[in-house]
Nanobody, 116 residues
């Protein structure tokens, strides 16, 4: 069965960096677009970044453009999100998402807290 396991979250000061990982299994990872979402307290879940199967095409939410980088290692079935210049408003639970019909698959999420 499909499994997505995120890691790499934590507490970081404003201006700091974190790298999130998502280990995928149960499907042919290299064939599919993958996404990172986040959900802050009291807010709806929002799309952060998307990457094409071979990694050549990426898209970002305006709020993270120029600070976050999505990437993947298809040999390791792993998705990454490099987050630089973190701001308090980046505080959220970050989720890996595999958009397969009918409803897709979510990881359990990893908490990122940006605070001094």
């Amino acid at each position: 069965q499909v499994q997505l396991v995120e890691s790499g979250g934590g507490l970081v000061q404003p201006g700091g960096s974190l790298r999130l990982s998502c280990a995928a299994s149960g499907f042919t990872f290299s064939l599919y677009y993958m996404n990172w979402y986040r959900q802050a307290p009291g807010k709806e879940r929002e799309l952060v970044a998307t990457i094409s199967p071979a990694g050549g095409t990426t898209n970002y939410a305006n709020s993270v453009k120029g600070r976050f980088t999505i990437s993947r290692d298809n040999a390791k079935d792993t998705l990454y999100l490099q987050m630089n210049s973190l701001k308090p408003e980046d505080t959220a639970v970050y989720y890996c998402y595999f958009p397969q019909d009918p409803s897709g698959f979510w990881g359990q999420g990893t908490q990122v807290t940006v605070s001094s």
